[in-house]
């Protein structure tokens, strides 16, 4: 009985995680998207895993950032960098999945 408990575990649990592998996989996809082209952070910043060599703002793989700090610029921007938020450029989850990108990308 203890093998068909583990056995439905298994079951179980094997489909959930791989969909959220492709739930995680599927919102960097998404995330590199809208970095190059729908907001276009790319002209401005530098970041290897996006292929991105723009030179206005900081180079991402060398400063720190938490998802809070990106999320928090993306949103109200600073300088020339755009409000994303308050100007609705983005909604409020295009910037949760760009952020969650760079926080998940920069200085790899
Ligand atoms: C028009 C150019 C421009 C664009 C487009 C732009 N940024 Fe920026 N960004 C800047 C500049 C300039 C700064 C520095 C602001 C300052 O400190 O005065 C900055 C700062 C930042 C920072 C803070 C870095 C640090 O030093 O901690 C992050 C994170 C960031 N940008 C992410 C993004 C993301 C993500 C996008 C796209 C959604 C984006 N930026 C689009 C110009 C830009």
């Excluded at 492709?22 to 790319?42: Q, R, S, V, W, Y």
Aim: glycine residues 8%.
């Amino acid at each position: 009985m203890k093998i068909l408990r583990f056995l439905l575990i298994i079951l179980f649990y094997f489909p959930l995680s791989i969909q959220n592998l492709i739930a995680d996989e599927a919102k960097m996809l998404k995330g590199l998207e809208i970095f190059n082209e729908t907001a276009a952070c790319a002209g401005c910043h530098t970041m290897k895993a996006a292929g991105a060599e723009g030179n206005v703002g900081p180079n991402l793989d060398t400063v720190d950032l938490t998802l809070e700090s990106v999320v928090d610029m993306v949103t109200h921007g600073l300088g020339v960098m755009p409000a994303y938020g308050e100007d609705e450029i983005l909604t409020p989850e295009e910037i949760e999945i760009v952020s969650t990108y760079v926080v998940n990308s920069a200085g790899k």
